[in-house]
């Protein structure tokens, strides 16, 4: 017997007037039903933050490569890329809206869009992939 049982049991003993559904309220079938309910929508929310959080990882390793080899990567084959960066923002953010509906305090991941760098842009007069240099600033 589960140690819940027994408990119950010496308080059924104890006080014969107190019924074992008092002790154990039975839910309804519509609790159990919201339950399960709340449940699932629990579940798809961590699949959803898990998701968001595999993104923002893969997405820092990416932008965090030094320039040569980011822009080697980027450039080695520009339709390939610019596919999948879509596909990786349409993704996010629909991810990142589901995260943000539901609201629950324990998902605040959300998944990056677009580029990683501000200085990296794409000129599409060579259909490449470029890292735009700083402005210096203006010696006194």
Not at 5 to 20: Q, W
Not at 60 to 88: C, F, G, H, Q, Y
């Amino acid at each position: 017997m589960k140690t819940k049982h027994i408990i119950a049991l010496v308080f059924l003993a104890i006080i014969p007037c107190t019924s074992a559904q008092e002790i154990f309220p039975q839910k309804t079938t519509l609790q159990q039903d919201a339950q399960q309910l709340d449940a699932g929508i629990l579940s798809v929310a961590e699949a959803l933050n898990h998701t968001a959080t595999i993104l923002k990882i893969e997405h820092d390793k990416i932008w965090s490569l030094p320039d040569e080899r980011l822009l080697a990567l980027l450039n080695a084959n520009v339709a390939r890329m610019i596919t999948i960066s879509a596909a990786k923002d349409a993704a996010a953010t629909q991810i990142n809206a589901l995260l943000t509906q539901l609201n629950l305090p324990q998902y605040t991941t959300r998944a990056p869009v677009g580029f990683g760098r501000t200085d990296v842009k794409f000129d599409q007069k060579t259909n490449l992939f470029v890292i735009i240099p700083k402005e210096k600033e203006p010696e006194e």
